[in-house]
């Protein structure tokens, strides 16, 4: 597996980005392809310089950069800081061009060993599109279990994933703002992507 930095890139740079309205747009459309090129184009392909280190957690996203060549791999979040019941839900996305070369796991990887370390966190949820497919794949490598299918309030039918990160008895892997989906209660998993 790829050795990742989850970094925030200076303020300045940071700022730059979310005031310029293209890329705010590629964000909303998911159009990583052109968000990667905005990131790329104020900051070069490979940071030349430290970038600002990520000393605490923060429930936030982060850029990413690859440890060794320092290139600048894609971006992670916490949507949103834990809920009441002590879940908090990744995301990633790994920019075109280095797809495929375990980035995605790597950032999941960290999200969660981040997440496991605050007292606050029970569990650490995923969703995915509710097929099989490349994610679902990076979500079991990073130990993530397939929970059920939900409908999510931002991104309607999707597949949960969950892994706990301490023993909670009131936990629930279905806590978090969705509703489960199916008439018969039982949780049917996706076909096996090993």
């Known amino acids: 597996m790829r050795t ?4 925030r890139l200076d303020p300045v740079i940071e700022e730059t980005l979310m005031k310029d ?35 605490k957690l923060e429930w936030c996203g982060y850029f990413v950069v690859d440890q060794e060549t320092r290139e600048v791999v ?15 839900e990744i995301a990633y996305f790994t920019y075109p061009g280095v797809e495929g070369q375990g980035y995605a796991t790597a950032m ?34 990073a130990g993530m279990t397939f929970v059920g299918e939900v409908i999510d309030p931002e991104d309607g039918r999707v597949w949960r994933w969950c892994v706990t990160t301490k023993a909670e008895p009131s936990a629930s892997p279905n806590d978090g703002p969705a509703t489960s989906v199916g008439n018969s209660g039982a949780i049917e998993g996706p076909p096996s992507v090993r």
């Open 108 to 141: 999941a990887t960290k999200l969660i060993t981040m997440a496991s370390d605050a007292a606050e966190v029970q569990q650490v949820i995923a969703h995915t599109l509710p097929e099989v497919n490349a994610s679902t794949r990076v979500l079991e490598k």
């Open 74 to 88: 894609g971006s992670c979040a916490f949507k949103a800081p834990p809920t009441n019941e002590g879940a908090v």
């Open 4 to 7: 990742v930095q989850l970094v």
């Open 21 to 55: 309205s293209t890329y705010i747009e590629a964000m909303a459309r998911e159009d990583w392809m052109h968000v990667a090129e905005h990131v790329h184009r104020l900051v070069g392909r490979t940071l030349a310089v430290q970038p600002v280190s990520v000393d």
